[in-house]
Protein backbone atom coordinates (compact mmCIF):
# COMPACT_ATOMS: atom_id res chain seq x y z
CA UNK A 1 0.00 0.00 0.00
CA UNK A 2 1.15 3.42 -1.13
CA UNK A 3 1.52 6.10 1.54
CA UNK A 4 -1.13 8.56 0.26
CA UNK A 5 -3.66 5.82 -0.05
CA UNK A 6 -3.67 5.19 3.72
CA UNK A 7 -6.73 6.73 5.91
CA UNK A 8 -5.13 6.33 8.77
CA UNK A 9 -1.51 8.13 9.34
CA UNK A 10 0.29 8.23 6.74
CA UNK A 11 4.14 9.21 5.88
CA UNK A 12 5.92 9.79 2.88
CA UNK A 13 9.99 10.47 2.22
CA UNK A 14 9.86 12.55 5.51
CA UNK A 15 13.23 14.98 5.49
CA UNK A 16 13.85 17.51 9.19
CA UNK A 17 15.93 19.68 8.95
CA UNK A 18 17.58 22.09 11.81
CA UNK A 19 18.82 24.70 9.88
CA UNK A 20 21.47 23.53 7.49
CA UNK A 21 21.85 20.49 9.82
CA UNK A 22 19.72 17.61 8.33
CA UNK A 23 18.42 15.10 11.36
CA UNK A 24 16.00 13.00 9.79
CA UNK A 25 15.57 11.77 6.17
CA UNK A 26 13.75 9.23 3.64
CA UNK A 27 11.31 8.03 6.16
CA UNK A 28 8.07 6.14 4.69
CA UNK A 29 5.45 4.14 6.28
CA UNK A 30 1.91 4.03 7.30
CA UNK A 31 -0.33 3.53 10.27
CA UNK A 32 -3.80 2.24 10.24
CA UNK A 33 -5.81 2.00 13.21
CA UNK A 34 -4.94 -0.10 16.08
CA UNK A 35 -1.08 -0.18 14.72
CA UNK A 36 1.65 0.03 17.83
CA UNK A 37 4.96 1.31 16.46
CA UNK A 38 8.21 1.51 18.35
CA UNK A 39 10.96 3.45 16.80
CA UNK A 40 14.58 2.36 17.38
CA UNK A 41 17.97 3.89 17.22
CA UNK A 42 21.00 5.09 18.88
CA UNK A 43 20.79 8.23 20.67
CA UNK A 44 20.89 11.57 17.95
CA UNK A 45 19.41 8.96 15.55
CA UNK A 46 16.35 11.12 15.14
CA UNK A 47 13.72 9.10 17.11
CA UNK A 48 12.25 12.56 18.84
CA UNK A 49 13.08 14.33 16.18
CA UNK A 50 10.13 12.27 14.01
CA UNK A 51 7.90 12.21 16.90
CA UNK A 52 8.01 15.84 17.84
CA UNK A 53 7.54 16.71 14.00
CA UNK A 54 4.30 14.76 13.66
CA UNK A 55 3.18 16.35 16.86
CA UNK A 56 3.30 19.69 14.81
CA UNK A 57 6.43 21.03 16.88
CA UNK A 58 8.93 21.05 14.29
CA UNK A 59 9.16 23.72 11.36
CA UNK A 60 11.84 22.19 9.17
CA UNK A 61 10.36 19.38 7.69
CA UNK A 62 9.83 18.31 4.02
CA UNK A 63 7.74 15.47 2.63
CA UNK A 64 4.23 14.44 3.16
CA UNK A 65 2.44 13.28 6.57
CA UNK A 66 -1.11 12.91 6.37
CA UNK A 67 -4.46 12.28 8.47
CA UNK A 68 -6.98 10.38 6.68
CA UNK A 69 -6.29 11.42 3.28
CA UNK A 70 -5.48 14.81 4.88
CA UNK A 71 -2.36 16.58 4.61
CA UNK A 72 -1.74 18.07 8.18
CA UNK A 73 -0.28 21.12 7.21
CA UNK A 74 -3.82 22.07 6.41
CA UNK A 75 -5.65 21.03 9.68
CA UNK A 76 -6.21 23.90 11.93
CA UNK A 77 -6.65 21.62 15.30
CA UNK A 78 -5.37 18.29 16.22
CA UNK A 79 -6.82 16.98 18.99
CA UNK A 80 -6.53 13.49 17.03
CA UNK A 81 -2.99 13.38 17.80
CA UNK A 82 -1.43 14.06 21.22
CA UNK A 83 2.21 13.52 22.02
CA UNK A 84 3.98 12.88 25.15
CA UNK A 85 7.36 14.60 25.88
CA UNK A 86 10.38 12.33 27.87
CA UNK A 87 10.30 12.64 31.14
CA UNK A 88 12.53 15.22 31.75
CA UNK A 89 10.85 17.89 30.09
CA UNK A 90 7.82 17.95 31.92
CA UNK A 91 7.63 19.69 35.32
CA UNK A 92 6.25 17.11 37.41
CA UNK A 93 6.15 19.40 40.29
CA UNK A 94 3.39 21.53 38.83
CA UNK A 95 0.73 21.53 41.52
CA UNK A 96 -2.19 19.80 39.67
CA UNK A 97 -3.66 16.86 40.65
CA UNK A 98 -4.11 13.88 38.60
CA UNK A 99 -8.66 14.60 37.70
CA UNK A 100 -7.13 18.25 36.95
CA UNK A 101 -4.74 17.07 34.38
CA UNK A 102 -7.11 14.68 32.68
CA UNK A 103 -9.27 17.53 32.44
CA UNK A 104 -7.46 19.67 31.04
CA UNK A 105 -7.75 17.31 27.87
CA UNK A 106 -11.51 18.09 27.05
CA UNK A 107 -10.42 21.84 26.93
CA UNK A 108 -9.44 21.59 23.21
CA UNK A 109 -12.53 19.78 22.34
CA UNK A 110 -15.11 22.57 24.41
CA UNK A 111 -13.12 25.96 24.64
CA UNK A 112 -11.19 27.17 27.64
CA UNK A 113 -14.24 28.94 28.97
CA UNK A 114 -17.29 26.45 28.85
CA UNK A 115 -18.75 24.24 31.29
CA UNK A 116 -18.61 20.46 31.33
CA UNK A 117 -21.67 18.60 30.81
CA UNK A 118 -21.97 15.27 32.70
CA UNK A 119 -20.82 13.83 29.22
CA UNK A 120 -17.23 15.50 29.74
CA UNK A 121 -17.07 14.53 33.14
CA UNK A 122 -18.45 11.14 32.10
CA UNK A 123 -15.08 10.78 29.51
CA UNK A 124 -12.67 12.18 31.88
CA UNK A 125 -13.57 9.27 34.46
CA UNK A 126 -13.42 6.39 31.69
CA UNK A 127 -9.70 7.63 31.18
CA UNK A 128 -8.90 7.36 34.61
CA UNK A 129 -10.71 3.82 34.59
CA UNK A 130 -9.16 2.86 31.49
CA UNK A 131 -5.21 3.91 32.41
CA UNK A 132 -5.99 2.08 36.05
CA UNK A 133 -5.94 5.55 37.92
CA UNK A 134 -9.29 5.11 39.70
CA UNK A 135 -8.76 6.60 43.21
CA UNK A 136 -5.89 8.56 42.34
CA UNK A 137 -7.98 11.73 41.08
CA UNK A 138 -7.11 14.23 43.91
CA UNK A 139 -3.59 12.42 44.40
CA UNK A 140 -0.74 15.40 43.12
CA UNK A 141 1.24 14.61 39.72
CA UNK A 142 4.24 15.08 41.99
CA UNK A 143 3.57 12.09 44.75
CA UNK A 144 2.73 9.50 41.91
CA UNK A 145 4.75 6.35 40.48
CA UNK A 146 6.72 7.29 37.31
CA UNK A 147 4.59 4.57 35.90
CA UNK A 148 1.37 6.16 36.97
CA UNK A 149 2.82 9.72 35.98
CA UNK A 150 3.28 8.17 32.67
CA UNK A 151 -0.56 6.54 32.30
CA UNK A 152 -1.89 9.99 33.72
CA UNK A 153 -0.66 12.10 30.77
CA UNK A 154 -1.96 9.36 28.41
CA UNK A 155 -5.37 9.64 30.44
CA UNK A 156 -5.59 13.19 29.71
CA UNK A 157 -5.69 12.80 25.86
CA UNK A 158 -8.05 9.59 26.19
CA UNK A 159 -9.98 12.43 27.02
CA UNK A 160 -9.38 14.91 24.74
CA UNK A 161 -10.40 11.91 21.92
CA UNK A 162 -6.78 11.44 20.74
CA UNK A 163 -6.41 8.82 18.37
CA UNK A 164 -2.48 8.94 17.51
CA UNK A 165 -0.30 8.64 20.84
CA UNK A 166 2.82 9.72 19.94
CA UNK A 167 4.99 8.69 23.41
CA UNK A 168 9.08 9.51 23.87
CA UNK A 169 10.72 7.25 25.70
CA UNK A 170 7.53 6.36 27.72
CA UNK A 171 9.29 3.11 29.62
CA UNK A 172 12.58 5.52 31.06
CA UNK A 173 13.11 5.46 34.38
CA UNK A 174 10.18 2.82 35.14
CA UNK A 175 10.45 -0.15 37.48
CA UNK A 176 9.43 -3.81 36.32
CA UNK A 177 5.65 -3.37 37.31
CA UNK A 178 5.17 -0.02 36.17
CA UNK A 179 7.05 -1.40 32.63
CA UNK A 180 4.64 -4.36 32.43
CA UNK A 181 1.49 -2.07 33.29
CA UNK A 182 2.50 0.54 30.93
CA UNK A 183 2.76 -1.88 28.21
CA UNK A 184 -0.48 -3.63 28.79
CA UNK A 185 -2.14 -0.20 28.84
CA UNK A 186 -0.51 0.78 25.16
CA UNK A 187 -1.76 -2.93 23.43
CA UNK A 188 -5.16 -2.08 25.15
CA UNK A 189 -5.09 0.99 23.25
CA UNK A 190 -4.51 -0.34 20.23
CA UNK A 191 -6.62 -3.18 20.59
CA UNK A 192 -9.09 -0.29 20.72
CA UNK A 193 -8.01 1.22 17.80
CA UNK A 194 -5.69 4.05 18.38
CA UNK A 195 -2.36 4.48 16.74
CA UNK A 196 0.62 4.30 19.13
CA UNK A 197 4.21 5.63 18.13
CA UNK A 198 6.77 5.35 20.63
CA UNK A 199 10.54 5.73 20.48
CA UNK A 200 11.77 2.91 22.70
CA UNK A 201 15.29 1.84 24.03
CA UNK A 202 14.73 -2.25 25.07
CA UNK A 203 14.83 -4.30 22.20
CA UNK A 204 13.94 -7.47 23.96
CA UNK A 205 10.80 -6.49 24.96
CA UNK A 206 9.44 -4.61 21.72
CA UNK A 207 8.08 -7.83 19.99
CA UNK A 208 5.38 -7.94 22.85
CA UNK A 209 4.07 -4.52 22.95
CA UNK A 210 4.59 -3.07 19.39
CA UNK A 211 3.60 -4.58 16.69
CA UNK A 212 5.75 -2.78 14.08
CA UNK A 213 9.29 -1.48 14.36
CA UNK A 214 10.69 1.12 12.48
CA UNK A 215 14.71 1.46 12.58
CA UNK A 216 15.92 5.04 12.27
CA UNK A 217 19.92 6.22 11.78
CA UNK A 218 19.39 10.23 11.01
CA UNK A 219 17.58 7.77 7.90
CA UNK A 220 14.89 4.84 7.72
CA UNK A 221 16.59 1.52 7.76
CA UNK A 222 13.65 -0.59 8.06
CA UNK A 223 10.33 -1.06 8.41
CA UNK A 224 7.93 -3.40 9.21
CA UNK A 225 6.50 -6.19 11.95
CA UNK A 226 8.87 -6.33 14.92
CA UNK A 227 9.56 -10.07 14.62
CA UNK A 228 11.05 -9.84 11.47
CA UNK A 229 12.72 -5.59 11.92
CA UNK A 230 14.47 -7.00 14.71
CA UNK A 231 16.88 -9.27 12.81
CA UNK A 232 20.82 -9.31 14.35
CA UNK A 233 21.93 -7.60 10.95
CA UNK A 234 19.59 -4.69 10.65
CA UNK A 235 20.21 -3.68 14.38
CA UNK A 236 23.92 -3.87 13.85
CA UNK A 237 23.27 -1.54 11.05
CA UNK A 238 21.43 0.48 13.62
CA UNK A 239 23.41 0.79 16.32
CA UNK A 240 26.88 0.43 14.61
Not at 107 to 133: C, N, V
Amino acid sequence: MKAGENKGLAVEDLHVHYGEICALRGVTFCAQRGASIAVVGRNGAGKSTLLKSLAGLISGMSGKVTWQGEPIRTQQKRSWIAYLPQREEIDWNFPITVGGLVDMGLYPRIGPWRRFTPDHRKDSAEAIRQMGLEGLETRRIAELSGGQQQRAFMARALAGKAEVFLLDEPFAGLDPEGSRNLAERIRELARQGAIIISSHHDLDSIPETFEHTLLVKTRQIAFGPSREILSAERIREAFG
